[in-house]
T-cell receptor
């Protein structure tokens, strides 16, 4: 059973417009959420994160919103640039959760491939 | 510079052979992880280790083995028992007490020929 879901496998956006990537989770014990960006044949790189005590975190063009009641988070990229084209993974973690015997392991969604067209 | 290094970048294996993927980190991280990425599958956890000489199975451990003899190193062996080994393999590490984020290596593409 997927605990972190990214229901859109792909998203296409025009350069300069807003990109909105969505992520849903099922486990209310998650208390920290992260977004990673991945180019082909490379490892994921950390993009932005948010703690469950906040509902918004902003870093330059990237903003993550968290709606705990809906168990939903989203990543906004404004303005979108062609270099943002990549696969974006949502991940969640819980200090108190015993995932496979270990607290704090990240659980990843399946990713959303973003294409920003010039 | 501190980081996590995976080698080789590309690896070819004949069916029936075991092969070992290297992962080394100089970040002084306690925990290390191996993930497998397949198209449309996201990142699936194979094995992880939080301390030297100890490791735990992830979601898809069958056909794989690991060791953690040193804090810096967490090699993954893909055995002949793994039925579909062709994939992109990612190693990651993190400092458990410092937070939640992982640092990833650049990956190894394994192809069975």
């Amino acid at each position: 059973d997927q605990q972190v879901k990214q229901n859109s496998p792909s998203l296409s956006v025009q350069e300069g417009r807003i990109s909105i990537l969505n992520c849903d989770y099922t486990n209310s014990m998650f208390d920290y959420f992260l977004w990673y960006k991945k180019y082909p044949a490379e490892g994921p790189t950390f993009l932005i994160s948010i703690s469950s005590i906040k509902d918004k975190n902003e870093d330059g063009r990237f903003t993550v919103f968290l709606n705990k009641s809906a168990k939903h988070l989203s990543l906004h990229i404004v303005p979108s640039q062609p270099g943002d084209s990549a696969v974006y993974f949502c991940a969640a973690s819980a200090r108190r959760m015993n995932y496979g015997g270990s607290q704090g392991n990240l659980i990843f969604g399946k990713g959303t491939k973003l294409s920003v067209k010039p | 510079d501190g980081g996590i290094t995976q080698s080789p970048k590309y690896l070819f294996r004949k069916e029936g052979q075991n092969v070992t993927l290297s992962c080394e980190q100089n970040l002084n991280h306690d925990a290390m992880y191996w993930y497998r990425q397949d198209p449309g599958q996201g990142l699936r956890l194979i094995y992880y280790s939080q301390i030297v000489n100890d490791f735990q199975k992830g979601d898809i451990a069958e056909g794989y083995s690991v060791s953690r003899e040193k804090k810096e190193s967490f090699p993954l062996t893909v055995t002949s028992a793994q039925k579909n080994p062709t994939a992109f393999y990612l190693c990651a590490s993190n400092a458990i007490e410092a937070g939640y984020g992982y640092t990833f290596g650049s990956g190894t593409r394994l192809t069975v020929v």
